[in-house]
C-alpha cells in the first residue's frame, strides 16, 4: 500500500552532517506516522525519530539535540538532518510508516550511514 525509498547515506567524519531523505508513494501516504529507525551490525533495529500527521517528534536518547525529524506532505518526503554525527551513529538507516496501531507497517530498504575518519 506505501512504498518507501531512502536516499542521502554515506560516509562522514565525526562531527559532520548527512541528510537522509525518504519518499513514499502508494494510497494515502500522508496519513501514516513515519519514521526512521536504525540497525547496526550486533544491534537490534532500534527507533531514531518518528512525526505524527499533527507534527508531534519523538527522539532517542541518543539522538536528542543532535537529529531533526521533518515530513513535507505536499511532497511525501520524511527527512532526517543529523548533525554532530558521532562513530557509534553508524548504522544501516530505515524509513518508517505505519498506521497508530500498527495494523499497517511498511519499511523501506535501507541507507548506509558510516562515520568515520
Known sequence: QVQLVESGGGLVQPGGSLRLSCAASGSNPSSYIMGWYRQAPGNQREMVATVTGGGRTNYA???KGRF???KDNAKNTVNLQ???L???DTAVYYCNAH???????FWGQGTQVTVSS
Not at 498506521?99 to 507497517?105: A, E, F, P, S
Request: charged share 25%; net charge negative.
Open 82 to 84: 543529523m548533525n554532530s
Open 86 to 88: 558521532k562513530p557509534e
Open 68 to 70: 531533526t525529524i521533518s
Open 61 to 63: 536518547d541518543s539522538v
Open 99 to 105: 498506521t497508530i496501531n500498527y495494523v499497517r507497517d
